[in-house]
């Protein structure tokens, strides 16, 4: 326990970036054999305790053992005005190191996201994943993301997020997450409480080979981060 602790501490640290809060802190493997749709539909109570939420479909299709694509459309929904397109997204994995004896495995993500309202982004993501005996499980993903588009702005953007959890049974874990945004380089990054930061226990598994679930919740670390009390996602694949 004391060596995973370690690990994470040292992950804060070294990797002082991840991106939009409540996320997924999604990990670097790929399955050569991988062919599926996947449909999320996700609600998020916030600190203000108005229910927001939104849906999506992706389908995502490995290459071959190292590089996988993923496209992504999402819709949102506000609680006033219904449903309405967020955005659509283009992904490429490429897990760069197989899992080695120790339990390590990495991958680089190339995301092109464009959105409904607002500037496009251009986003790159570098996935670490540490396993331990007893089903533990050491998560980190740090993120860079540049605007392009009408109404970008010029810099990058640095987040992270990093998972801790344990596997209790093949359908149960359960651990900590954290979320942070760090700011535009270009800017110079601002002090701590000027930057957004979160963490809070999360509860996820699976029902079975095609439903899978997620609950986390999250609490404001930094004076610009809002509390999100309750955020749930179900999954279903096929």
Avoid: C
Wanted: aromatic content about 12%; cysteine-free; overall charge neutral.
């Amino acid at each position: 326990m004391k060596t995973v602790l370690g690990y994470l501490v040292l992950l804060l640290i070294a990797t002082p970036v991840a991106l939009a809060q409540g996320g997924n802190v999604f990990g670097p493997a790929v399955d050569a054999d991988d062919r599926l749709w996947e449909w999320r539909v996700i609600a998020v109570l916030g600190e203000d305790e108005e229910w927001s939420g939104a849906t999506r479909l992706h389908y995502q299709h490995a290459l071959n053992d190292a590089l996988r694509l993923r496209g992504v459309g999402q819709f949102e929904q506000d609680g006033q005005n219904g449903f309405q397109a967020d955005f659509a997204r283009a992904e490429l994995l490429w897990q760069y190191q197989e899992e080695t004896a120790a339990g390590y495995q990495a991958a680089f993500r190339l995301d092109a996201r464009l959105n409904a309202q607002g500037a496009h982004n251009l986003r790159l993501a570098w996935v670490q994943q540490l396993d331990f005996s007893e089903g533990w499980r050491l998560r980190g993903v740090v993120l860079a993301d540049h605007q392009i588009g009408a109404g970008s702005r010029n810099g990058l953007r640095l987040s992270h997020r990093v998972r801790l959890s344990r596997r209790f049974t093949p359908q149960v874990n359960a651990g900590l997450e954290s979320f942070g945004r760090f700011g535009n380089l270009s800017d110079g990054l601002p002090g701590f409480e000027q930057q957004s930061h979160t963490a809070g226990p999360a509860l996820f598994g699976s029902f079975n080979a095609r439903w899978r679930w997620h609950v986390t919740s999250q609490w404001a670390l930094s004076r610009a981060a809002s509390d999100r009390p309750l955020r749930a996602q179900l999954q279903y694949r096929f």
